[in-house]
């Protein structure tokens, strides 16, 4: 619905009462300390198309009883369980790969390099509890190499059960070599291998 024009401010109440309007360029704010409460089950908080709920870094959501960090809610919702594939490459006249850490928005990721790229490092960050993750090297791009997939800000458990400072993923440079991790979170900031193929030493 449109904003009633003959209004001269941008936040008002409707005549009859029962509707509060912020038109374009008005603000309805909950200040320090106050909050804004849906106090039945039946009521709603509906948001139309189009719309967008906007949470920045350092905002706190509450869920019977447990906090979630704004940031970690964004990964949960739209990176960490998206079904994204994101190919990694060889920065251009680089021996490292052009992207470092593990996308937050990706659910498969490739990594492909050259033979001139021979020890290059590769991060697992802070995670969410349920994130799944595949990483892959594969045949045709990959040549002979090594890449070592380590940690930062979170513990990784290898496959035997117990924590491992990272991995080594090796490429022979057969047309065929290729390795495959797969990675789950099985708690915040800690990863899991739950499979693993090809040279991959712990």
Not at 29 to 56: C, D, F, H, N
Not at 150 to 172: A, R
Request: hydrophobic share 40%.
């Amino acid at each position: 619905m449109a904003q009633d024009e003959t209004y001269q401010t941008t936040v008002y109440q409707e005549q009859g009462g029962n509707r509060y309007v912020a038109g374009s360029g008005g603000q309805i704010t909950a200040e320090s300390g106050g909050s804004i409460v849906i106090a039945s089950a039946a009521g709603t908080l509906r948001m139309e198309s189009g719309a967008t709920l906007s949470a920045y870094s350092g905002t706190v959501f509450g869920f019977a009883g447990g906090n979630v960090a704004g940031d970690d809610m964004r990964r949960m919702l739209v990176s960490e369980l998206a079904g994204d594939t994101v190919i990694i490459g060889q920065g251009a006249g680089s021996t490292v790969l052009s992207v470092l850490n593990l996308p937050k928005n990706a659910r498969i990721v490739i990594l492909s390099h050259t033979s001139t790229m021979v020890s290059a490092s590769f991060w697992l960050t802070s995670v969410s509890q349920g994130r799944e993750v595949f990483l892959f090297g594969g045949p045709g791009s990959n040549l002979s190499g090594q890449i070592d997939i380590s940690t930062s800000g979170c513990t990784l458990i290898g496959s035997c059960g117990i924590p491992v400072s990272g991995v080594e993923v090796h490429n022979s440079g057969s047309a065929i070599s290729c390795w495959m991790l797969h990675l789950t979170a099985i708690r915040d900031n800690v990863w899991a291998i739950v499979h693993e193929y090809g040279d991959i030493n712990e």
